[in-house]
């Protein structure tokens, strides 16, 4: 990896977008580069995602305007989403009151509460009167093991349907943040129905990150 970055800072890269499966690796690489290039984390393993948290930020600002009033639920994936740490980190630095994470028992890391969220293993208990509803990819690639009984399975306990959809607040908004496994963690019906903001969330994913690039790029300027 370090030769790869040696090759491209020889290039004359001014920024390197990373994405890796360890967890760390852009930590690494920015520590063997010197200070005119800048590191970017587009993903680390099962770490952070800074940029997608920040986009998800931005929509949840967007729809509801003030964090400090937020009930938000995140379902799905935890112990292998690197979103759902960074939307933690974010949502806890803006103010929101309660973050709750919703999984089965398999799929949450076991320090999680550690982060200062509630834990919920019901899909039903943890949904009732959320602001804010997020869904997670199954991250299938990086399980190791029978975590899961299926994908049905999930969906069947798991699942976002209209009928799950209507414990939150009615003015309550879904997010994923892609690609979507339809019928096993979100219905059709829910991702393309007016509360979904996920093509949105898309949207302001190219401003974001144009604003972090336009932002770093400032930084060697100045």
């Known amino acids: 990896m370090l030769d790869t970055v040696a090759n491209l800072a020889a290039m004359q890269a001014d920024m390197f977008v990373v994405r890796h499966s360890a967890s760390g690796a ?4 920015a520590k063997h580069v010197g200070p005119d290039i800048h590191v970017i984390n587009a993903g680390d393993g099962r770490h952070q995602h800074p940029t997608q948290g920040l ?3 931005f ?3 967007h ?3 003030d964090f400090t009033n937020l009930r938000v639920a995140i379902i799905g994936d935890i112990l292998h989403s690197r979103v759902a740490r960074s939307q933690i ?7 929101c009151p309660e973050i709750r994470v919703i999984a089965p028992r398999t799929l949450i890391p076991a320090d999680i509460k550690t982060l200062g969220v509630r834990v919920y293993h019901d899909l039903r208990e943890g949904l009732k009167d959320v602001d804010v509803v ?3 990819r199954l991250q299938n690639e990086r399980m190791k093991g029978a975590l899961l009984a299926s994908g049905q399975e999930f969906y ?3 699942g976002i349907t209209d009928d799950t959809l209507a414990l939150a607040k009615p003015d309550a908004i879904v997010l994923h943040p892609g690609p979507m496994n339809r019928g096993v963690e979100i219905d059709s019906s829910v991702a393309d129905g007016r509360q979904s903001v996920i093509l949105p969330q898309v949207s302001f994913g190219i401003a974001i990150r144009m604003a972090v690039m336009s932002i770093v790029a400032g930084s060697w300027r100045g």
């Open 55 to 57: 986009l998800d930020m």
């Open 156 to 158: 069947k306990y798991y």
């Open 89 to 95: 980190h974010a949502l806890t630095t803006l103010g």
């Open 63 to 65: 729809y509801k305007k």
């Open 134 to 136: 997020s869904t997670l």
């Open 26 to 29: 852009p930590y690494l690489m």
């Open 59 to 61: 929509t949840i600002r």
